[in-house]
C-alpha cells in the first residue's frame, strides 16, 4: 500500500512536469532574458550581454527582430535574439539576420536546449523570407546546426576578425543559392555594431 501510494505521487510529479516549449518572447519576459544572459555568461561578461541584449530591443536599426525563450516548468531557461543586419558592398539585394546572443542557464546547459532555440529560429526566419544568418560563436558548436565560415565564401565581418579566430565567424544560407551570388562586408544594427561586441 505504501509503495503504491509513492508511485502515484512520482506519476502525479511526471504529469505536473511540462515539456520543453519554444516560443516568442513577450515583454514581461524582458527582465528574467537578462537574468538568464548575465547567469550564463557568469560575473565578468554576464552584465555586458545582459546590457546589449537590453539595448537591442530598443535599436530600432536591429528591427525586425526575433526574440525566442526556452521554457520549461513555467520557468525561462534559454534564450536566443536575432537582429537585422546589411550586406553592404553589393548592389544585389538580400534580407539577412544575425544571431546575437544565444544563452542558457547553467543548471540546464548540455541538454540541448541551444540547438533547440537556433533551429527553431533559422526556421521562423527561413518560413519569413530571411536568406542569410550570420553569427560570431564557438566553431565547434554552430556547424552542428549549418554554420560554416563566412570570410572565405566573401562575407568580411563588422569588425576585423584575426586569422587564428577566422572559422568563429560562420554564415548559414536560408535560400539556396544566395552565398555565391552575393558577397559583401556585414554591417550590423547601431548597437551591436560597437567593437568591444567584436573582441575576445
Known sequence: MYKNSIRLEEEKDIK???????????????????????KAFGETKGPEIAELVKGLFHDKTALPILSLVAVEDEKLVGHILYTKVKITQTTKSVSARILAPLAVLPD?????????LIREGLNLLKDSGVELVFVLGHP?????????????????APYHIPKEYAGAWMV????PGVIGRIKGAVQCSNVLNQPEHWRE
Open 108 to 116: 540546464f546547459q548540455s541538454k540541448g536546449i541551444g540547438v533547440r
Open 16 to 38: 505536473k512536469k511540462k515539456a520543453l516549449e519554444i516560443r516568442k518572447s513577450i515583454e514581461s519576459d524582458k527582465l528574467e532574458i537578462e537574468n538568464i544572459h548575465t
Open 140 to 156: 565547434g558548436y554552430y556547424p552542428r546546426v549549418g554554420f560554416t565560415p563566412a570570410g572565405v565564401l566573401g562575407y568580411e
Open 172 to 175: 548559414q544560407e536560408l535560400s
